[in-house]
């Protein structure tokens, strides 16, 4: 199919050659002209090479007529049409490659392409979409080059979408993890969209890609990132607080300094990265000198930077890993805490369930048996002021059942709001994982005891207040009628 693709390129460009103006964008060819024999036969040529590969007609006008190949072949050679105007979607060309995605380019002239990546920037993405693999297909591109996003090639080769085996850099989710936009518009930060690891970097179609893959770079190293008037300031909050632009017109990049400033973002980003971010951007605001570019001063002291970084990351590490442990402690004695206190909160629910249904037993033998003197227990307990005790008996029980769930689910609260300000607190030096594993997890299964045995609390005092005030009928429908 790139055969296809190459045929269908190279009779536009006969025509483009001999149209006195062409024009492309990134996703539109348009040409017009003076009406002659020999643009006659390129066009005719052109809409034939479409119409043989199955692939939809350009927009074609002479003069105020729609054209096409019988148009083209009756032309009267006496009175031919004064202008030509043609123009034709790319979408159309990038048809005739089986399995194309939306993100896809073309671009008919190197010049043209070399115009249009010149003006990539994080603020201006031309329109690319990384949510897929972006290909890029170049007529007459001296040699491919990209990354495991990007693919740029000839439209002659056959490039498929390669992910080599190489570190590749953070994704947007972990830079934004760490430092913080000011924009009101669109910025790009995702240098792995733009991390070139294989082909010929050398050429000059290649170094739009790599000027802009250090910008994106150099925005993962900030603490903050400000855009105003189209334009990107760096803050960053070390030792000094600096700001200062991106770029400055005339900053220049090598290969080294790509590479050097490479390893550098792979180092910050690998484990522990607000540490290490932290770690660098300190030693790059004691070098930094506030009249030059963010560029120039990372391509001055990145090396340096990065190795004193490096040297201080064991030591910090260490104190972590101590304040760790001892935090790790205070999880632990914190949770037996927490965990006393559900137990002890269910086992006051029982042990105030059992005395106070002890003490309805006790209460009601002092209260029958010292009354019975050979009456029933049905008129016995018709008595006004024996039933006027039950029901008190009655609301004592809710009364108690509330208090109880009153007080309890209060200390639960607080001791709950106490925790969370613990576990923010200890955040900086204990991973969130470990917290809920040895902390939240436990304690969910203490809670859910505790609510559980507070229902089947509710539950039994529900039906012991119900029972106290319906006594006459409950014993109605127990005892006989001679009782």
Same mark, same amino acid.
């Given at each position: ?51 043989? %590969?199955?692939?939809?007609?350009? %927009?074609?006008? =002479?003069?105020?007529?729609?054209? +096409?190949?019988?148009?083209?072949? @009756? ?5 031919? !049409? ?26 008919? +002239?190197? +010049? ?9 920037? !994080? ?20 040699? !491919? ?19 080599? %085996? ?17 924009? *009101? ?5 995702? !240098? ?7 082909? *010929? ?24 990132? =400000?855009?105003?008037? +189209? ?19 005339? *900053? ?36 930094? *000198? ?32 101590? #304040? ?18 559900? #137990? ?5 629910? &029982? ?30 307990? /018709? ?16 009364? /108690?059942? &509330? ?11 607080? /001791? @709950? ?6 576990? #923010? ?6 991973? @969130? ?21 507070? &229902? ?28």
């Amino acid at each position: 199919m790139t055969l296809v693709l190459k045929s269908l390129c190279e009779s536009l460009l006969q025509i483009c050659k001999l149209a006195d103006n062409w024009h492309e964008t990134d996703e539109l060819i348009t040409a017009n002209g003076r009406f002659n024999e020999e643009i006659r036969l390129s066009l005719l040529n052109c809409l034939q090479t479409f119409t043989q %590969n199955q692939v939809k007609l350009p %927009n074609l006008q =002479c003069d105020e007529d729609t054209a +096409d190949i019988e148009y083209l072949d @009756e032309i009267d050679q006496y009175a031919p !049409p004064a202008n030509w105007n043609f123009s034709i979607s790319k979408s159309r060309l990038l048809s005739a490659i089986p399995n194309v995605r939306e993100s896809d380019m073309l671009f008919l +002239d190197i +010049d043209n392409f070399s115009e249009w990546s010149s003006d990539l920037s !994080p603020l201006n993405m031309k329109g690319l979409e990384f949510d897929t693999h972006v290909h890029l297909y170049v007529y007459g591109l001296q040699a !491919p080059f990209g990354g495991h996003k990007l693919t740029v090639s000839n439209i002659e080769e056959v490039i498929h979408d390669q992910t080599p %085996n190489s570190l590749q850099m953070p994704n947007e989710k972990q830079i934004r993890s760490v430092l913080h936009v000011i924009s *009101d518009k669109k910025i790009f930060i995702d !240098p792995s969209a733009f991390s070139l690891i294989w082909g *010929d970097f050398s050429q000059p179609a290649a170094q739009p890609f790599l000027r802009l893959n250090y910008q994106l770079l150099l925005l993962t190293l900030a603490q903050d990132i =400000c855009v105003k008037d +189209d334009k990107i300031n760096i803050i960053i909050r070390g030792t000094r607080r600096i700001e200062v632009p991106l770029v400055n017109s005339g *900053d220049k990049i090598s290969q080294e300094d790509l590479t050097n400033l490479s390893e550098a973002v792979r180092w910050v980003y690998e484990e522990r990265s607000e540490t290490r971010h932290k770690l660098l951007t300190d030693r790059l605001s004691i070098e930094a *000198d506030e009249e030059q570019s963010f560029k120039l001063i990372v391509k001055l002291h990145i090396s340096d930077a990065h190795r004193q970084a490096k040297d201080s990351y064991g030591f910090v590490v260490l104190e972590r890993s101590d #304040a760790y442990h001892k935090e790790l402690r205070d999880v632990i004695k914190d949770v037996r805490a927490q965990a006393d206190l559900f #137990a002890a909160k269910v086992r006051d629910l &029982i042990s105030t369930l059992l005395r106070d249904a002890l003490a309805v037993l006790f209460l009601i033998g002092i209260s029958l048996v010292g009354r019975f003197k050979g009456e029933s227990i049905g008129k016995l307990v /018709s008595q006004y002021e024996i039933q006027l005790f039950f029901k008190v008996l009655a609301i004592y029980f809710l009364v /108690s059942i &509330i208090l109880q769930t009153l007080g309890g689910s209060r200390d639960v609260k607080l /001791s @709950e709001s106490e925790s969370r300000s613990w576990q #923010a607190l200890s955040k900086e030096y204990v991973p @969130e994982k470990t917290i809920k594993e040895y902390f939240v997890s436990p304690l969910e299964q203490r809670k859910k005891t505790y609510y559980m045995v507070t &229902i089947i609390c509710w539950g039994l005092y529900l039906t012991l207040a119900l029972l106290s005030w319906n006594l006459q009928f409950v014993l109605n429908c127990f005892l006989s009628p001679t009782t």
